[in-house]
């Protein structure tokens, strides 16, 4: 859905139009997901990574009311060092109609992607249900977005700050296909597993194209998620980060974040309470995310 807000670089814009494979890097993990300076490191490092696997990065966010397909590091510098808005699916027409700028979420990035024909995303960790959600109703608008989408996303699971149980329901009720990348278990953002059994599991990046290919045959449209542990090396036991995790959660309900501002709050706490130990692991697990969803959209573009 190409529309006039929708600026794509060129180097995107013909790797889209000659079917080459191209994938999509969220940018709230650069505002709000690391600190400055590791956040824009990770972004450009992120961003070779996937060009050294064969494919072309595509950042994305709102740069002054355009959506900008592919941001250059200029930009990138920019959404590291200042206080920048987040958006989600909510957000985008106000945020573009103001001319404002923003970094968009995995739900804001899935629309911005897709309307650039982008089919193969790469993030970190995606939102999901809140623990206390039966109270907050705090579900993150990436779940819902997963549902209407049509891409595959590949992340490292989702972060215990969630209630991950609850996530994979609402994760079935919508029909989003998560499938683990050789494992059985739901892998936990830092951690390797969690005790969640996958009913799915893909050995391949090749596999995982299969899957996406009988979907399209099928008709059916909905985001298959793709769950990458991290690497053993950087693995934390999840019963050592419940720990921080509670204590996080106990100091967001004390201050009374709600909204938007929880998720950036817990994840800046947990990283404050784990040194740079739980950082580490955050830039690793992107890196190994961005290797598998560059071979997928290598394998997604051969016809
Ligand atoms: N989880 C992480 N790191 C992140 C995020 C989630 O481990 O950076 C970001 C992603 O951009 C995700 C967003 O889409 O937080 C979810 O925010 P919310 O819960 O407000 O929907
Ligand atoms: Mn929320």
Redesign the pocket.
Known sequence: MMNKYLKISNEIKDAISNHMPVVAL?S??IS???PYPENVETAKEVERIIRDNGAIPATIAIIKGEIIIGIDEQQMDYLAKNDIK?A?RMDLPYIISKKYSA???????MICAQMAGIKVFV??????V?RGAEESF?I???LQELAKSDMVVVCAG??A?LDLEKTMEYLETFGVLVLGYQTDYLPA?YSQESSIKLLYRADSAEEIVEVIRCKAELGMTGSILVTNPIPSEFSVPIEEMDLIIQQAIAKANEAQIK??R???FL?DAIQKMTNKDSLHA?IALIKNNARLGAEIAYYNSKK
């Open positions: 969220e709230t993990i709000h997901g690391m987040k989600s970094s968009t979420t995995v739900a804001a990035t993030t970190g960790g995606i939102g999901g809140h705090d993150s608008a990436d989702a972060k700050i953002f909204g938007k929880l998720t950036p994840l955050n």
